[in-house]
């Protein structure tokens, strides 16, 4: 899937799982969501696109105007960086443990970790609950992702779907999710 279809996903089905969870919808958890539902694919062997849309949205920091330089640009850049932090850091993860793509980053495992630490550390500071949000985007890019003929492994078992990325079929998912998106905004 596309990261635009990963992305799009995220939220409706973010909204779905939070709900069913002992979770607030914030603002940390959405972002969360959002950076979870791109992560697990710093396992590709080139490149990081984890990191490089944190460039994309720090870049944006520097768009001046008055407004945008005394409130948007700080936050922009703060949300960048973390991001690209956060890339990095689990590129490093990556490189060192020889991790292969689609293997241990792509386990449900790992996003069930996120959803506990976040759950207990999220009781000494809210801000933790990022963690959750990062938990629950895991698990929407894993779904997708048994969506294509390549799949996912689960325990012993490989679940794989018909959904080619980059297809039409890809781009229409993603359109459709976004509207789910703004639709469970809304209710
Ligand atoms: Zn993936």
């Known amino acids: 899937m596309r990261f635009f279809t990963h992305i799009s996903a995220s939220v ?15 603002v940390p958890v959405i972002f969360g969501v959002v950076v979870g539902s791109i992560s ?6 080139h490149g990081n696109t984890v990191a490089s849309w944190g460039r994309k949205i720090a870049r944006r920091a520097k768009r001046r105007s008055v407004i945008g330089l005394v409130f948007v640009a700080p936050a922009l850049y703060v949300l960048g960086t973390l991001i690209i932090v956060w890339g990095w850091t689990l590129k490093a993860i990556v490189k060192i443990l020889d991790l292969p793509h689609r293997g241990a980053l792509h386990s449900p495992l790992l996003a069930i970790l996120f959803i506990l630490a976040g759950g207990v550390l999220s009781l000494l500071h ?11 985007g895991w698990i929407t890019h894993l779904l997708l992702d048994m ?18 990325t980059g297809s039409l079929v890809d781009y229409a998912i993603g359109i459709v999710m976004l509207v789910f998106a703004a639709i469970g905004f809304v209710i």
């Not at 697990?40 to 062997?45: A, Q, T, Y």
């Not at 003929?149 to 325990?155: D, K, L, R, T, Y």
């Open 126 to 136: 809210p801000l933790f609950s990022v963690l959750v949000g990062i938990g629950i």
């Open 40 to 45: 697990p694919d710093v396992d590709f062997p």
């Open 12 to 26: 409706p089905i973010a909204i779905i799982m939070a709900r069913a969870l002992p979770t607030e919808i914030s």
């Open 147 to 164: 969506m294509t003929p390549s799949g996912i492994a689960v325990g012993k078992w490989r679940i794989s779907g018909p959904v080619v």
